[in-house]
């Protein structure tokens, strides 16, 4: 109750801000609306907005989906193989190396206009993070523990999924905390290249069209949307974490 | 559980071309309780580490073996300072992680028994965080137990309790360990002069060996014989 009271009073400042910026700098609307204006917009384009969000958010589930098993397993395989190690760890690098703004015309023009395209986007912007801090945490299991498993006679795959899995699960979480607010930039981006649905579609299309409340109404709940996700995957990471003890 | 076989080493250590220790000769009786005591980097741990067949950085230039001539894989059980649990497994299911580790079916009633002897009962469930650190510390025994190995290292498992915790623990594992091969490192004096039957002294100038008194461990913490041989030893490490 208290955490809500709290978000609710630094909501509640942020509109006061913009609401004393647009009024005391004298911004005409089609710099920046006020609140007002732009949540008069949400609420009256409240369908043509959430039917283009729910495009944006299903790329953005999707994505993540794919991500965190994708990044999940990619990480599992390395740190039980030397070999994949080698052959993964430049590939890792690479991927982050080239700026994904750059491949989204490419990713259009191979996965066409529609949700896959975007779904590839969020699933490259994420996929490093979540792979390297998984990774990273299987790589620092105490040795200790290890030693003792080794008395006991586990076989390495075996020690990997009853100690070092378990013990690396909340890297994987903060990777996960981290895809959570990377993958709608991805969407985002995707849908700005190319696309006929989404958020980042409909802020190019009100853009084009001098409708900055409409704009501003899509970035609000593309922002809502993404808090509430992070919230969401921070909580499963949690009640992981408390799961595991 | 097999026969508890008696263990042997010799020879000279290396780390890097660094001496770690040696050239030293050790002999720890078949079922019987030896303490190895001595100041931190005089290689006590190592050689703990050479017997349980983790010392991969160690170069050791001689033999560290079992009097029988099988391999000590297998047939060892390790309880280091750290108690080592998994803090996302029940204590029970600490228990039987080497069962699970190894591929089999965990035993749990056997668990819970064992559990029940080292004084957990009703402590089953609980996570290593809900738990005091002299209970953690009977875990790790109650997991050691589990093993059923014949051979048991000890690496200062005891240290970082509190006196009464440590004595109690003492008492426990001596009772629940006889019979098997126990090599004890230790610092502490007091604690090899309650536990040892053989009590070895490693420092730079080598390994040495002192007689305890007759009477059996875990020998009465104030008895003048403990407590002589506890200045002894405290004498010894001072001197070395």
Known sequence: MRRAAKIAVGVAFGLLAWQALVTLAGLPPYILPGPGRVLTTLWTSRALIAEHALTTAAEVLIGLAIGAVLGGASAILMAAAPLARTLLRPMLVFSQAIPVFALAPILTLWLGYGLWSKIAMALLIIYFPVTSAFFDALMRTPGDWLGLARVMGARPARALWHIRIPAALPGFASGLRLAAVYAPIGAIIGEWVGASRGLGYLMLLANGRARIDLMFAALLVLAAFTLTLHALVDRGCRALARRQG | ?240
């Not at chain 2, 303490?35 to 230039?61: D, Q």
């Not at chain 2, 051979?151 to 006889?178: C, K, N, Y």
């Open chain 2, 1 to 240: 559980m097999s026969a508890a076989p008696a263990l042997h080493l010799s020879g000279t250590a290396r780390i890097g071309g660094t001496i770690v220790f040696g050239p030293v000769s050790l002999e720890a009786p078949a079922g019987q309780w030896t303490c190895l005591l001595g100041p931190s980097g005089a290689g006590k741990s190592t050689i703990l580490r050479l017997f349980a067949g983790l010392a991969g950085e160690v170069a050791l230039e001689g033999t560290a073996e079992a009097s029988d001539g099988a391999p000590l894989a297998g047939r060892v059980a390790l309880m280091a300072q750290d108690d080592l649990l998994m803090p996302w497994l029940s204590a029970l299911e600490n228990v039987t992680l080497g069962a699970r580790l190894r591929g089999l079916r965990p035993d749990r009633d056997r668990a819970r028994a064992v559990l029940a002897r080292v004084g957990l009962d009703g402590h089953a469930a609980k996570r290593p965080d809900a738990l005091s650190g002299g209970q953690r510390q009977r875990v790790a025994l109650a997991r050691t137990l589990m093993e059923e190995r014949p051979v048991v290292l000890l690496d200062e498992p005891f240290s970082a309790l509190d006196a009464r915790t440590r004595a109690g623990m003492q008492d426990l594992s001596a009772e629940l360990l006889s019979g098997r091969t126990v090599l004890h490192v230790t610092h502490d004096p007091a604690e090899a002069a309650r536990l040892g039957q053989r009590v070895l002294i490693l420092t730079e100038a080598g390994l040495s060996a002192i007689a305890p008194p007759e009477c059996a461990p875990p020998r009465p913490i104030d008895a003048a014989a403990t407590l002589a041989l506890q200045g002894r030893l405290h004498r010894r490490l001072m001197e070395a």
